[in-house]
């Protein structure tokens, strides 16, 4: 029998373990959607992203590999630093609902808890980093040499970081969840493609993994997370 001090508890204090796991889940299924919204509004600049293909083209490279002098010429022509900053911002937002999620979801869990959600914040913050990165293509090339001059390993570094950091976070709650018997099944999924990711994430020959993966792999086990408090609260 388990001692009332290892008892993993998902709910706050004057909040019913229910209510907080519905809570939770709505947050990480909102934070896939608002995440989608930022890939649909940075997607809406099209001869943008015409032109870096064209130039990719010309320079017989991947529009990827584009070198980051190129891409600010672009940027700065057929878009502005507001845009750029307007079209990240739901996104950004997206990974706040992540750690707010993440937060909801473990706030008696003591060690495991405090991982979960150190996790998340650091996932939120390296993907504001990466997306920072893309600010410095409307300055004075000058001024912001060095930053060009590492403009894709920034971006790939931070990227990295947040999703390592990101499918931890999701991994230790998929355990905590398990713990107290709910999304057994999607939870088992889910835990497994985001360990495979942390370890995955940093290596080369992957070619990075998409940025939008902790908030789907949150939004998926939140699902279950809903009904799984819906139907709590019916038998109850």
Request: proline share 6%; glycine share 8%; aromatic share 4%.
């Amino acid at each position: 029998m388990s001692s009332p001090a290892s008892t993993v508890t998902l709910s706050a204090p004057g909040t019913s373990p229910d209510a907080s796991l519905r809570r939770s889940g709505w947050l990480f299924v909102g934070s896939l959607i608002l995440f989608l919204v930022g890939l649909v509004a940075m997607s809406v600049n099209v001869d943008r992203f015409n032109a870096e293909q064209a130039a990719a083209d010309d320079l017989g490279v991947t529009i990827h590999d584009v070198p980051a002098r190129v891409l600010a010429a672009i940027a700065q022509e057929h878009s502005s630093l507001g845009l750029e900053i307007a079209t990240s911002l739901p996104a950004v937002l997206g990974f706040v609902l992540l750690v707010m999620g993440v937060w909801t979801a473990t706030p008696r869990a003591k060690a495991l808890g405090r991982a979960a959600r150190l996790g998340a914040v650091v996932s939120m913050l390296g993907f504001t980093a990466s997306q920072s990165v893309f600010l410095a293509l409307y300055a004075d090339p000058a001024d912001v040499s060095w930053v060009l001059d590492r403009f894709s390993a920034l971006v790939s570094t931070a990227t990295a970081a947040s999703v390592m950091a990101g499918c931890a976070s999701v991994l230790i709650v998929v355990l905590l969840l398990r713990a107290r018997g709910a999304a057994r099944r999607t939870g088992a999924a889910v835990g497994a493609i985001a360990a495979i990711s942390v370890l995955a994430a940093p290596l080369p020959a992957v070619g990075g993994m998409p940025p939008l993966l902790p908030c789907l792999l949150a939004a998926i086990l939140g699902v279950p997370m809903i009904r799984t408090a819906r139907s709590s609260a019916r038998h109850a």
